[in-house]
């Protein structure tokens, strides 16, 4: 009960923000109808116990099965088992992160099914998958962390060059989005189990990092890759309305609830499948640690339930509707001021924030704060979602024109950068997007766009979680470097 009184407060302090901000603009230049306000309302009081709840399954179940799995791969000292367990463990929990569902669903939408949501889900987790396990690969090898990356956003910026801004855009929202919730304390914690058993404590800490970033370029190439196979089929956007057609307040958490509830059982059993397994095989758990484990998956499952229907029911209908009607306001810069508050706050209610601060602090032994690193990620969060909005009001910006020179800049910055940092970096970049990103602030960003004569929501209502995902790089290296400085020395 002690944890759980510390989950509830910590969540506590992340949704009051955001759910404060949403009041004054009702109050002032976005009024919603009061149905609307009642269900968002109670959206927030879900998302908080939802959260708090799911994030005490994550410590006790979730991170568990991944250090386990992690300890398992090194144990087992072939390459073959690695890579092929690696494929399966990227593919399924891919497929069946919450996140990714949002996202293939809002694209199915505006393409008119021209590409699927399951062709999404598909496409992405395989590129999920073969990422996943190079990163394993990398951990296991000690290949240097900065060559991976700059071989693999090489790749993916030779590949943009020719490919659909439509598809590009998708693409860097897909590896945002992918990195949710139920995959992002997963592979942190199969980063730490492979990790752990180096004998150099450095390299070890300094892998910790890294899988996450290195994973979340699997959509991206996927995307693309299909994208030029397809070039000749240009996206055509279809005009979506996100508004819910009840006027009840309780009816859209009631129908959505059993929809929810399937989806997120098809994300815990890939893990509880695995972990049965583990039991079976390896046989080197003790009843109370399974009994314990299985109680986090529970706990994780209920409270992932509880977090996506208030997210889903409470808070993406006010998202859209507040993007549409600050947009519609005469002034363009309001909606760009708008959005960087509501991108400053908004980042510190994702789950799989918490989960890697509190690793980050714990794996450093508490030199690298939380405290600065939700500073970092908060500020990057809110330029990130101010410049989403700046493209949409400025016709002549494109996203190739934030993500080339954004990319290059974080790469460089690899350089002059201690290795932990920029693992923890590349890192906050998967994490930052995560299911309040891609639900109200993706909302947001397609009600203003909707609004926006001169925009088009297919290509500016998407690549909003790209730059979520991009301003972190920039934002957790900057306070690398600053740490490299203060220490005197060029490792941490």
Do not use: C
């Not at 008119?112 to 190079?134: D, E, W, Y």
């Not at 899988?211 to 959509?219: A, D, N, Q």
């Amino acid at each position: 009960m002690n944890v759980l009184n510390e989950k509830l407060k910590e969540v506590f302090v992340s949704v009051f923000p955001i759910t404060i901000i949403v009041f004054i603009l009702h109050f002032t230049i976005a009024p919603v109808e009061l149905y609307q306000l009642l269900r968002f309302i109670i959206g927030a009081v879900l998302i908080f116990f939802g959260l708090s709840v799911f994030l005490l399954g994550v410590d006790i179940g979730v991170s568990q099965i991944g250090h386990l799995m992690g300890s398992f791969l090194v144990k087992s000292n072939k390459v073959l088992i690695v890579g092929v367990i690696g494929l399966i463990l990227g593919f399924f929990i891919s497929i069946a992160e919450p996140d990714l569902h949002v996202l293939a669903n809002q694209v199915d939408l505006v393409t008119s099914g021209t590409i699927s949501k399951t062709s999404i889900l598909v496409i992405v987790s395989i590129g999920i998958a073969v990422l996943m396990t190079i990163g394993l690969f990398r951990i296991i090898f000690n290949i240097s962390l900065q060559k991976v990356f700059i071989g693999m956003y090489s790749l993916v910026l030779i590949f943009s060059l020719f490919s659909l801004p439509e598809y590009l855009a998708i693409g860097f929202d897909a590896s945002g989005a992918t990195t949710g919730a139920m995959t992002v304390p997963f592979i942190l914690a199969l980063a730490v189990g492979v990790s752990s058993l180096k004998k150099n404590g450095i390299t070890s800490e300094e892998d910790s990092f890294g899988l996450v970033g290195i994973t979340s370029i699997g959509p991206i190439l996927s995307i693309v890759l299909v994208g030029l196979f397809l070039k000749q089929n240009k996206l055509s956007e279809v005009a979506v309305n996100q508004m819910s057609l009840s006027s009840s307040v309780l009816y859209p958490f009631i129908q959505k609830l059993p929809i929810i509830m399937s989806e997120i059982m098809l994300a815990i059993l890939p893990l509880l499948v695995v972990f049965i397994l583990y039991k079976l095989i390896v046989k080197d758990l003790s009843k109370r640690a399974f009994i314990r484990i299985l109680k986090g998956l529970i706990y994780a499952y209920f409270g992932l339930v509880i977090f996506l229907l208030g997210v889903n029911e409470g808070f993406m209908e006010v998202g859209y509707i507040i993007g549409y009607k600050v947009a519609s306001l005469n002034g363009q810069w309001i909606i760009v001021i708008v959005g960087f508050i509501l991108g400053l706050v908004t980042v510190l209610a994702e789950p799989a924030v918490h989960v890697l601060t509190e690793q980050i602090e714990d794996i450093t032994s508490g030199y690298v704060q939380k405290r600065i690193i939700n500073i970092a990620l908060s500020t990057g969060v809110g330029f990130a979602v101010a410049l989403s909005m700046l493209r949409i009001v400025i016709p002549g910006i494109q996203l190739w024109h934030y993500l080339l020179p954004g990319f290059s800049a974080a790469l460089l910055m690899t350089f002059f950068v201690p290795n932990l940092f920029i693992g923890i970096a590349f890192d906050s970049g998967g994490v930052a997007s995560g299911p309040m990103t891609a639900t109200f602030i993706l909302a947001f960003s397609q009600g203003a766009a909707s609004a926006t004569q001169s925009a088009n929501v297919l290509v500016d209502g998407f690549g909003m979680i790209a730059m979520v995902a991009l301003t972190p790089l920039i934002a957790l290296q900057i306070i690398g470097f600053i740490y490299k400085r203060k220490s005197g020395k060029r490792g941490i």
